[in-house]
């Protein structure tokens, strides 16, 4: 994916946080608010031990295993609060939006190994002035109390004291704008494409699953609620690299969006289908580059071992088991779980404790929600390697204006 797509707001230290102000000639001071940014909704307990006991009789979604963080649900998990985008200003046009077309100062500071930028709202009128820091690792959105141009700096280093002994240079060239809009363009995740894999009953093997020519009615049910059925060749959107125009990568597909971002699926049994070849390569080499990848197993007895699936690429596996014993007649239920590589930072929503669900919007919803957010965690594992692109990108700019 475009190298810059992590963008992780280090929100840990600001939530909640009050800073001594003096206010007006008096010198009196009144605690202010610097941030408004709230931390997405995760605890460690949601993740199992790799030492649980496993009932062969009643065998859990996922197998822990080593190297990988298994959720099965969570006690504190709040089923009545709807599931929200995590890190919502990060993956929006923050500085296009707030910055680009208002007064505000722009610094440069830092070396080659640790360049900075840092953006600042300019009207000393404002209460509270917007600040985005942009550093190799991730960028720190949030808000700050009003000061002169010559107290910014040392505003924002109260705030962030990892900068204190840094030193910052104002640009005055209106030309760092510009390429402040470009570099937040480069570093804007846009769309997603996610993996869905068709599981039988009793399938343990990737080849086992990759195999199956075609899903059950259960499957294709589950796949009209995650989106809409495309035809691909003349589609005019976002095509998560699939074959538009000559259908070498099958003839249909499915896409939705969420909350405005567009969703393109991998679907194992929409993808080309070789009877020849085992390995089904052709399935493989697009599901094997998604970074999150949805399991669709027909039945709860066969628990998921997350090391099936051979790809350095899939950060974050869902499993989403069909209950076959239906209290609805009408609706399927689902058991939900979860389980991603050891470097993904945990994300949100947490799993209810009674992790089942039935067929419907808010399953959608919830299940959607949670696979952008582990897209979005997962950029921050070293496989990515954004951090070294970030500082590339960031000591360009350093080298321009310092």
């Not at 929006?92 to 077309?101: K, L, V």
């Not at 093997?205 to 796949?223: A, R, Y």
């Not at 997962?378 to 960031?394: C, E, H, I, K, N």
Request: aromatic fraction near 10%.
């Amino acid at each position: 994916p475009p190298a810059g797509r992590a963008i992780l707001l280090s929100n840990v230290f600001l939530c909640s946080m009050f800073k001594k102000v003096g206010m007006g000639s008096g010198g009196s001071s009144q605690k202010k608010l610097v941030s408004e940014v709230p931390p997405p909704h995760i605890h460690e307990s949601q993740y199992v031990s790799e030492n649980l006991q496993i009932d062969e009789a009643d065998p859990p979604a996922i197998i822990p295993t080593s190297g990988y963080k298994v959720e099965l649900g969570s006690i504190f998990a709040m089923d009545e609060i709807e599931p929200k985008l995590e890190y919502v200003e990060q993956y929006s046009p923050y500085y296009r939006d707030n910055f680009y077309d208002v007064e505000h100062v722009n610094f440069v500071g830092g070396e080659e190994a640790n360049p900075i930028v840092i953006s600042v709202q300019g009207d000393s009128k404002l209460s509270e002035l917007k600040v985005i820091v942009r550093t190799p690792k991730s960028d720190h959105a949030f808000n700050m109390p009003s000061c002169s141009k010559g107290k910014m700096i040392a505003r924002v280093t109260d705030i962030m004291p990892s900068l204190d002994g840094i030193k910052f240079k104002e640009i005055k060239d209106i030309a760092i704008r510009k390429d402040l809009l470009h570099l937040e363009d480069r570093l804007l995740i846009r769309q997603y494409k996610f993996g869905v894999i068709y599981c039988k009953d009793g399938q343990r093997s990737d080849d086992e699953m990759f195999s199956n020519e075609h899903g059950s009615p259960e499957f294709e049910e589950f796949l009209d609620l995650l989106g809409d059925r495309i035809k691909l060749q003349g589609w005019q959107g976002f095509d998560g690299e699939l074959d538009t125009k000559t259908n070498t990568t099958g003839t249909h597909s499915v896409f939705t969006k969420v909350e405005g971002w567009d969703v393109m699926f991998h679907v194992s049994t929409l993808l080309p289908y070789s009877p020849v070849n085992p390995q089904q390569i052709e399935r493989k080499r697009h599901i094997g580059n998604d970074i999150g990848v949805i399991i669709f197993q027909d039945s709860e007895s066969t628990p998921f071992d997350p090391k099936t699936i051979a790809s350095k690429y899939n950060h974050v596996y869902a499993i989403v088991q069909l209950e076959k014993k239906k209290t609805d007649k009408h609706k399927a239920r689902y058991r939900i779980a979860f389980v991603s590589k050891q470097a993904v930072k945990p994300f949100g929503p947490l799993i209810p404790k009674n992790p089942t669900f039935k067929h419907g919007p808010e399953m959608r919803q919830f299940l959607l929600t949670k696979m952008v957010n582990g897209e979005r965690a997962a950029y921050s594992a070293p496989s990515f390697g954004v951090t070294r692109t970030r500082r590339d990108w960031l000591k360009g700019i350093l080298s321009t204006y310092k």
